[in-house]
């Protein structure tokens, strides 16, 4: 249950904690866990949000103290709490998942900031940071320019600065804070070489994610985090990404095909030949009436510049959409609203919904006419029409002026949903609709579009996850490098080969 | 060459605007292309420079400032009292004395920012009327002119006549306006606490996580632009050998405008010193090309408007639209 | 009846608290400091003082409300003002008919309208920070406003228009009748129409609102002019006010309508703030200064005082926002 017996050759833990407890206003986040890392190990953290994982985290490096009677052995020291000072300088990092970088500066001042620090101002030594910078970024077997801004820079390469900081800052021990989110499958098939290679020079990864499907294979071990308890360590050997989701929520999904055939259904949207260079290429489909249509595909596979075309907010330079036999041309996303098609944007807490403000507002904002009364927004209106979409959808929410951002991540979707669903539209396209969504709320989700299918909606639904679109959609495009490459129906595949062929 | 033009990119559209804009106006007059009027120009920006390297720590590390125009008023009229209270003093005494006085009224702002979360531009919209509405108050408007000897006679540090009959001159404004500018670029490029400040206004949350010290990153950048504040109001004091209790104020906006002209930030973590110089000198050049020039003096300030306006409408328009030469390679962002 | 009670609470709301709480504190100091306080003198005098500061404070409202700041607002009031001007004296200065005054005004609040309409095309194409572009706007302005006067005013007004700056309807300055129809009308656009929803939307969270449909640019260029406009009715006042028009006239007002929008609860980085609370910290900073005019202080005390009020009123919202925290955590 500990993890003791997997202690590999009775070497002995680099970091081991034990009997860790912590109370945040009088709910416990964390109750009795403890957490091994042996030297060079490569180890998967895994946990729902809220699990209790990243307060773990931040009791390791010292951002939290955590309740007495805890012990934290690190590198043959023990203590009973750590603070960020003893934590970086015994070798402990983090790469947070916003990489916590420093844009206007340069690759050279971001890798070697530690080199800033301190109370007393001191001249800086650039051509010693220049140096030290080069140094790091060698280990990783990486070259850039370190006198360019680090803005000059996409995200995959910051994540390498983010790295080559931690090593310059001599790490024992580096924690990767869903490291993979935002990388494109080249990307990480680098970040996992470079991992291998510190891995083999001594230095401990431990991941953070709630995703492990694309690190498992190069990692050791796997610990779970449930409601703010251990669940167990395991090996990654023959573990699946099911597997880890059941552990993660102490349930069990038996999930079926929800595929239905309706091809007999009249079309709603018929795209033939849309391009648009560096993005998509000669993109052909229809959707029909009732149908749910998956795209699946690695991130950089244009996937959601296909879809911000199709809605209106990017232009597509060939080809052309169709909808319900008329062919349509956007130029803004309020034409495609007002033709019927909704765009559920991924990023639902910058783009999605408007965080500060009220649940209210956000699911009328997209169809303010339905409120209007003789030219004038009517409050009893709104009221009206907002309880109906939350009854409607099994929204739990305290007040309708609460902000959304009180709401969890599966109830703040719903709303999204329920925005669009106020629009009338004839094709509703949700991408990613379960990120940032609980393991056990995305069931929820599903069953929604699962109604919304059946009452004739026409949708895309775009995901990254096979077995999303695998259960859930009626038929699944496999979108690579900007071009659909093969088309599947779940009923006639089994999930392991479409996955094969995605991840491959 | 590229590269270094690359990553000054404001500031050498700057310098080419400044260049044509020189170009035009040494056809149009013939007095403006001279070392003597050169220097004039530098004598009569003196104290906008000042405190415009003040303002620039402020903007850098993210935050902003309204209330250093009245509080170099609040300096100027405190410390003419404090000198003649002590029977005279000297320059270091007085640079002592605004200087410290313009520190605490800056770590005021850094106080109420610091303490209790007020965002910067709301505290220093108080603090500015609170600094005026008392300093008018207690003075009653009235302007000060027995000032001390040393601090009305003019200061030539150095002085030629030219070959073309021009004359020139370096005086002390010039000289602590240099001072000033290296000592600001010597404090935010070259030592550690000034990349802290940097950072702290480029990523605060990072910033915070690598355990800087956020108050202290306050009372620096409040504290600096107070320092400038003191120090250019005396020094203004001694330019115009009076104090008038308004006479700086409106000068905090047009002081903003040029900092921003000069490629600093709202928001913080990006400006140059010498960005910032150049953004006022764009502006007193083209004040005085088009005085030379016999444009009538209440068109200049329509003129310099509808620049600044141009020019940030251009500068937002991005300038490698203009320069395609500049675009970047790997343009992800 | 707690229907009632409770209609009214959420009417008044929690960002009445503050400006709710200055007024009280400032009603019972004067009342208790001065007995002349609570008089016809008093209340009348606010009553004609407000509505230039009130008018400009509108004007500065809806740009505050997007997350941007209309740093230009007193001068296009002055522009507008020497607008107006210009009409009447091309149409017999002190003689000049009604009708050329309504052309006056309509062209007036035309040119302030105009200069939003620059501003809010400038800020939603480009992005430029509004701060910038207002505040150059404003340099522009003011440079305009001096050369087209040369520093000096313009007077010489027909008599009719005497009664807009000074008169009385049952009691009521007309000013101030002027003052309350604009808070009405602001009102209604922002509770009401589609343009204010979005306008606290844009505040926000531009991107998002601009992903759930809202064309954020009219909305921007909207708003600005409409903060033209307003300047523009200002501008009109103050000509009716002061019998004449002078560059420079209301310059102090700028910072202080910023002061009396974040007096009246709204939030400086955008998104939330009602009118109602807004016009009630404008009775309070009048109240204020009125108060201290009849203690003997003058106007300038009356702006460190309101400085102080602002300040006061910041750390006590820091300070129940710190209590709230400390009980959720408790509890």
New interface residues.
């Given amino acids: 249950m500990t993890g003791r017996e997997s202690a590999k050759g009775g070497q002995k833990p680099l970091l081991s904690l034990r009997n860790i407890n912590m109370t945040f206003g009088g709910v416990k986040a964390l109750k009795h866990v403890s957490f091994d890392v042996l030297p060079g190990d490569v180890h998967c953290l895994a946990g729902e949000n809220g699990s209790g994982k990243s307060t773990l985290i931040k009791i390791i490096t010292g951002v939290y103290r955590p309740q007495d009677g805890a012990v934290i052995e690190f590198d043959g020291q023990t203590y009973s709490h750590m603070s960020p000072v003893t934590a970086q300088n015994s070798g402990i990092q983090v790469i947070w998942q916003d990489l916590a970088l420093f844009p206007e500066m340069t690759v050279a001042e971001n890798i070697t900031f530690q080199t800033l620090l301190g109370r007393w101002p001191r001249f800086v030594n650039y051509n010693g940071m220049r140096e030290k910078a080069v140094k790091a970024l060698a280990r990783l077997g990486v070259t850039l320019d370190v006198d360019r801004p680090l803005k000059d820079y996409a995200i995959a390469q910051r994540q390498i600065v983010a790295i080559a900081r931690a090593l310059v800052g001599e790490a024992k021990l580096v924690f990767m804070d869903e490291p993979t989110a935002s990388l494109t499958q080249s990307e990480t098939d680098r970040l996992l070489d470079i991992v291998r290679t510190l891995s083999a020079s001594g230095v401990a990864v431990v991941f953070v994610s709630h995703r492990l499907a694309e690190v498992l294979e190069i990692s050791s071990r796997l610990t779970v985090l449930r409601d703010g308890a251990l669940v167990g360590v395991y090996s990654t050997e023959g573990m699946t990404q099911s597997r880890i989701t059941e552990l993660m929520t102490g349930k069990t999904f038996d999930q079926t095909v929800r595929a239905r055939d309706v091809s007999a259904n009249p079309v709603v949207l018929e795209v033939e030949g849309l391009c648009r260079p560096g993005q998509f290429v000669d993109i052909s489909f229809t959707v029909r009436r009732g149908e749910t249509l998956g795209i699946t595909g690695l991130l950089g596979a244009g996937r959601t510049e296909l879809a911000l075309s199709l809605f209106g907010m990017l232009k597509p330079w060939s080809g052309t959409v169709k909808l319900e036999g008329k062919p349509v041309h956007f130029a803004s996303n309020r034409d495609a609203i007002a033709a019927g098609i909704a765009y559920l944007s991924e990023d639902r807490l910058s783009l999605g919904l408007i965080q500060p403000q009220s649940i209210a507002d956000n699911l009328v904002i997209a169809s303010l006419d339905k409120i209007a009364a003789s030219g004038l927004l009517s409050d009893g209106r709104k009221r009206d029409l907002v309880a109906q979409w939350i009854a409607d959808l099994g929204v739990k929410v305290g007040k309708q002026e609460d902000a959304i951002s009180t709401l969890s991540g599966g109830n703040q979707q719903r709303i999204a949903i329920a925005k669009w669903l106020a629009t009338d539209p004839k094709l509703l396209i949700l991408d990613a609709p379960t990120v940032g969504v609980d393991v056990g709320a995305r069931a929820g989700i599903f069953d929604i579009v699962a109604k919304l299918a059946q009452t004739g909606l026409a949708i895309i639904l775009i995901s990254d996850e096979v077995p999303e679109v695998y259960f859930n959609a009626d038929r699944v495009l496999h979108m690579a490098k900007g071009r659909v490459v093969n088309q599947f129906l779940p009923a006639d595949r089994s999930l392991a080969e479409i996955e094969a062929a995605v991840y491959a | 060459m590229r ?1 270094v033009v690359q ?1 000054h990119a404001t500031e050498f559209a700057l310098f080419v605007v400044i260049a044509i804009i020189s170009i035009v106006l040494s056809f149009i007059t013939d007095r403006f292309f001279s070392l003597g009027n050169a220097f004039d120009l530098l004598n009569t920006s003196s104290v906008n420079i000042i405190f415009a390297v003040g303002l620039l720590v402020v903007l850098i590390a993210g935050g ?1 400032d ?1 209330s250093f125009a009245v509080a170099a008023s609040v300096v100027q009229y405190v410390a003419a009292l404090v000198l003649g209270w002590m029977g005279g003093g000297g320059w270091i005494s007085g640079l002592l004395i605004a200087g410290a006085l313009g520190v605490l009224l800056g770590a005021i702002n850094a106080f ?1 920012i610091h303490k ?4 910067s ?3 220093t ?13 207690f003075t009653r ?1 009235v302007s000060i002119y027995n000032l001390p000897d040393w601090l009305t006679s003019r200061v030539v540090l150095f002085e030629r006549e030219m070959a073309d009959g021009s004359w020139i001159e370096v005086t002390l404004p010039v000289l602590v306006m240099l001072i000033c500018v290296v000592a600001t670029w010597v ?1 935010i ?8 400040l ?2 702290f206004g ?2 605060p ?3 915070r ?5 956020i108050g ?1 990153m306050q009372f620096i950048a409040f504290g600096w632009l107070g320092l400038m504040a003191g120090i250019g109001g005396l020094i203004q004091a001694h330019y115009a050998q009076e104090v008038v209790p308004n006479a700086l104020y ?1 000068r905090e ?2 002081v ?2 040029a900092v ?1 002209l000069g490629g600093a930030r ?2 913080g ?2 400006g140059s010193v010498l960005g910032c110089v150049l953004g006022v000198l764009l502006i007193s050049i083209t004040q005085n090309g088009l005085n030379l020039a016999g444009v ?1 003096p ?9 620049i ?2 141009v020019a ?2 251009l ?3 991005s300038i490698e639209k203009l320069l395609p030469f500049m675009r ?1 390679v ?1 343009g ?2 | 009846m707690t229907a009632i009670l409770n209609r009214i609470r959420t009417g008044l709301g929690p960002d009445m608290a503050g400006p709710g709480f200055a007024l009280i504190a400032v009603l019972v100091v004067f009342s208790l400091a001065s007995p002349q306080f609570f008089s016809r003198a008093t209340f009348g005098s606010v009553a004609f003082q407000l509505p230039e500061l009130g008018l400009l404070t509108l004007a500065m409202l809806l740009p505050v409300l997007t997350g941007g700041l209309n740093l230009a607002i007193t001068f296009t009031a002055n522009i507008a003002g020497l607008t107006v001007a210009w009409v009447l004296q091309q149409n017999g200065g002190a003689d000049a008919g009604p009708f050329a005054f309504l052309l006056g005004a309509l062209l007036g609040v035309g040119v302030g309208a105009l200069s939003g309409v620059v501003m809010g095309l400038v800020i939603a194409y480009t992005r430029a920070h509004p701060i910038l572009v207002s505040l150059s706007m404003m340099i522009f302005l003011r440079g305009l406003g001096e050369f087209l006067t040369r520093g000096g005013d313009v007077s010489g007004f027909p008599a009719f228009l005497q009664p807009l700056g000074h008169g009385s309807i049952l009691g009521f300055p007309i000013p101030l009748l002027v003052f309350i129809g604009c808070v009405l009308i602001w009102h209604v656009l922002l509770t009401r129409m589609k343009l204010g929803f979005n306008t606290y939307m844009i505040g926000s969270n531009i991107e998002a609102a601009r992903y759930s449909g809202v064309n954020t640019r009219k909305v921007l260029v909207l708003v600005y002019t409409l903060s033209g406009a307003m300047c523009a009715i200002a501008g009109i006042i103050m000509l009716a006010r002061f019998n004449s028009v002078r560059v420079g006239h209301g310059e102090s007002y700028l910072l202080i309508t910023v002061l009396a929008c974040f007096l009246g609860g709204v939030n400086p980085f955008g998104g939330f703030g009602r009118v109602i609370p807004v016009a009630v910290a404008l009775v309070v900073l009048q109240l204020l200064s009125s108060g201290l005019n009849i203690l003997g202080a003058n106007q300038h005390l009356a702006t460190a005082v309101w400085g102080i009020l602002l300040i006061t009123v910041m750390i006590l919202r820091f300070a129940a926002g710190h209590f709230k925290s400390l009980k959720r955590k408790k509890g």
């Fill in positions: 590269k990553s902003i309204i109420l209790f979360r007020i965002i531009i709301v505290a919209i108080a603090t500015f009327n609170i600094y005026f509405g008392l300093l008018m108050f408007g404090f490029t070259r030592t550690t606490t000034g990349r802290q940097y950072a480029d990523n949350e990072g910033a996580r690598f355990g800087i010290n202290a409106g906006l047009d903003l405008a921003v709202l928001g973590g990006k009538s209440y068109a200049f300030k329509m003129i310099v408007g509808a600044i306006l940030i409408t500068s937002n328009t970047q790997e992800r962002k």
